[in-house]
């Protein structure tokens, strides 16, 4: 059997005068604001991305210079190298050396579009490049990074696993 109205009439009253000054605080326009990260925090850090992005396709550096030596970095899925790397040096020398030199012609990336969030830097975008059988390498990348300080502590990876796997399984490095 439901409760009486007569019984919830107190606790419906109870949270009307506990949302009361929420309500006043909207009504005059001194409502609480959420915390919004710095513009200059997020201009700075598209700016980081947009650089590196830009040396490596000009083939003179890259997004790996903004790794911090401990980041934890994710390759999310069912390819051959997803899962959580621990440090720079694991992602580097387990994942983007051996891949490297699976190729001729290293990647060039096109940036599809890039988000900022605060210290949050999510890197849409395309690369292509030829691997040592001379076959073209082609994938589509997702990159969820969060920076500290100008370095990236986090990183989560997506990409196009069956793609990441002929290359990986065809060309020995």
Known sequence: MPPSPLR???LALAGLL???PLSQAYASGDAPMTAQPPPALEARNRALVEEAFARWSAGAGGPYDLLADDVSWTIVGRSDASRAYPSREA???EVIRPFNARMSQGLKPTIRQ???DGDKVIIFFDAAGV???GQPYQNTYAWFWELRDGR?????AFYDAIAFNDLWRRVKP
């Not at 990236?152 to 989560?156: I, T």
């Open 114 to 116: 890039i988000t900022t």
């Open 18 to 20: 506990a949302l009361a």
């Open 131 to 133: 691997a040592k059988d």
């Open 91 to 93: 992602f580097m020398s």
């Open 152 to 156: 990236v502590v986090r990183a989560h």
């Open 8 to 10: 919830l009439a107190p």
